[in-house]
């Protein structure tokens, strides 16, 4: 799924209006009647309170076209005007006339200067926000901030149309309390880049798109700088296998890795490789992983580094697929050299994690080094060694854009919403869940991606393949053993689970019996 910048949602209104032929009330219409049809489906004519907070822009006029088609359905509505500014927009003051044509109680004009005590909001009450939209560029002044914090105290359902107002879409916020903490989202056409980041996440604890009708062609062919993936996404990228097909097809997977203490990592990124597909995984490590290595896994070929406790001296008799490099490999003196010695000559593609992207940080002129559509899976920590600190989640995406073109290389910003970043794009993943903030976790999506690339996945597909899987393998996994308990080696069990999940159809909803069924049964 597209994410759309706030530029080209204004102009996809813009185009929208002049290709279909109509105004731009009409589609403020069309948005405000699509929240208006969420809500009504869900509350089927409840009576509770519904406090309509409509700001003087087009978000406000979205606001009271969806207050007015709720009065109109005889919902308990009571809608009030953010007036703090003389500047209201044209289509907010058509949308204004059409609700006092409906009703006797005209909308609560709010002077930005109103006790609070005159707002009684109760905690079953719902609450709308729609006072600020897309457009905002400045903080809220202190009166609406005071007004977004009795929203929040009133501990009311609170639903933000579009996006929570005082929430930016392309920086972050300087005071969380200057932006409405929203219960749900409803937001027009893609969701917002703001939605998937940490520090801006938080405003919204759920979302939902709402179509309302851009012009078809404007959004399939305006390419966006960031796209969210889902099974609808990574579907196409699947390979299905030919019934003759035999081991040789599906590459060889070397996981180079390991220290003494640490070989469990090497165990599993080669599990997860052998899970995820690959015909072949051989494992190199010092000779102190050797034999819990063969008796653990079977199917994974050894071999042994000359030193005991750590990789000295890389010499490779074989040539694999794919390389998976850096799991519990430690950064002693010896293993730092032959990293380098083996780099000047590698022509392997290449997949980095842990130490090896240490190693890389320690010595940044071998990044020269590595293949093109090398793939380095770094987390919080190891990002910040290698492109530096930054000052915001808007920051960090820039310096590792930059990166990635600089050096021609894929990187996965590791977190609950993993991105892989490669050119100029950003793709966000939407699988995984906090129970994978656990030991050995990474280990396995390095094996996963190792296996994928082996399998002739393109480096970049296999990365954004490999991220949904181990997401959702964790996910699956999930539901028997909870958060606390979920381990690495869970996730490896059910990545099968994770591939047949793929295609799944959506259950449907189970129609009741008629009457008379119900008395045969």
Request: a negative charge; glycine letters at 8%; proline letters at 4%.
């Amino acid at each position: 799924m597209k994410l759309f910048s706030k530029e080209q949602i204004y102009e996809g209104d813009k185009l929208t209006t002049e290709r279909q032929k109509i105004a731009s009330t009409d589609l403020m219409e069309r948005a405000g009647t699509q929240i208006f049809n969420w809500m009504h489906m869900r509350m089927q004519g409840a009576q509770v309170p519904i406090h309509v907070f409509c700001g003087i822009g087009n978000n406000g006029g979205d606001g009271l076209v969806l207050a007015r088609h709720l009065i109109t359905h005889g919902y308990n509505v009571i809608t009030y005007i953010v007036n703090c500014s003389d500047k209201r927009s044209k289509d907010f003051l058509i949308n204004y006339d059409r609700i006092k044509n409906v009703t006797k109680k005209w909308p609560e004009m709010l002077a930005c200067k109103t006790d609070f005590n005159d707002i009684v909001i109760g905690v079953d009450d719902i609450i709308v926000d729609a006072v600020f939209g897309i457009g905002l560029n400045r903080p809220p002044n202190e009166w609406v901030q005071q007004l977004f914090q009795k929203f929040k105290a009133s501990k009311a359902f609170t639903l933000a149309i579009d996006v929570p107002s005082g929430l930016y879409t392309d920086r972050v916020v300087e005071d969380e309390n200057a932006v409405v903490h929203a219960n749900y989202t409803l937001s027009f056409q893609s969701p917002k880049l703001v939605f998937f980041l940490p520090e801006t996440a938080k405003y919204t604890v759920q979302w939902e798109v709402l179509d309302i009708g851009i012009d078809r062609d404007y959004l399939k062919e305006t390419e966006t700088e960031a796209e969210l993936i889902s099974k609808h996404e990574v579907l196409p990228l699947y390979k299905s296998r030919d019934k003759f097909a035999h081991k040789g097809d599906f590459g060889h997977v070397l996981i180079l890795g390991g220290s003494y203490g640490k070989i469990g990592a090497v165990n599993l990124a080669s599990r997860a490789a052998l899970s995820s597909g690959a015909g072949l995984v051989t494992a190199y490590t010092p000779k102190c992983g050797y034999h819990s290595l063969q008796a653990s896994i079977p199917e994974v070929m050894v071999i042994t580094d000359e030193n005991e406790t750590h990789i000295s001296n890389i010499k490779l008799n074989k040539e694999p697929t794919v390389i998976g490099v850096g799991v519990g490999l430690g950064t002693a003196t010896e293993t730092a050299t032959t990293f380098e010695t083996f780099l000047k000559q590698n022509k392997t593609p290449l997949v980095i994690d842990a130490d090896g992207l240490n190693l890389l940080s320690e010595n940044k002129g071998l990044l020269k080094l590595l293949p093109e559509e090398t793939i380095l899976t770094p987390h919080p920590k190891e990002l910040e060694r290698l492109v530096g600190k930054w000052s915001d989640d808007f920051e960090k995406l820039k310096k590792v854009k930059a990166f990635s073109k600089k050096y021609k290389l894929i990187v996965l910003i590791k977190g609950a919403h993993s991105i892989t970043v490669f050119k100029d794009k950003y793709y966000i993943n939407t699988t995984g869940n906090p129970g994978m903030a656990t030991a050995g976790s990474g280990d396995v999506l390095t094996g996963i991606i190792s296996g994928l690339v082996a399998q002739t996945y393109e480096p970049l597909s296999a990365t954004i393949f490999g991220v949904y899987l181990h997401g959702k393998a964790a996910d699956i996994a999930l539901e028997d053993y909870g958060y606390q308990s979920l381990i690495a080696s869970h996730m490896i069990e059910a990545i099968g689970d994770a591939y047949i999940d793929l295609f799944k159809q959506p259950e449907q909803p189970q129609q009741e019996a008629e009457p008379n069924q119900q008395e045969q049964q």
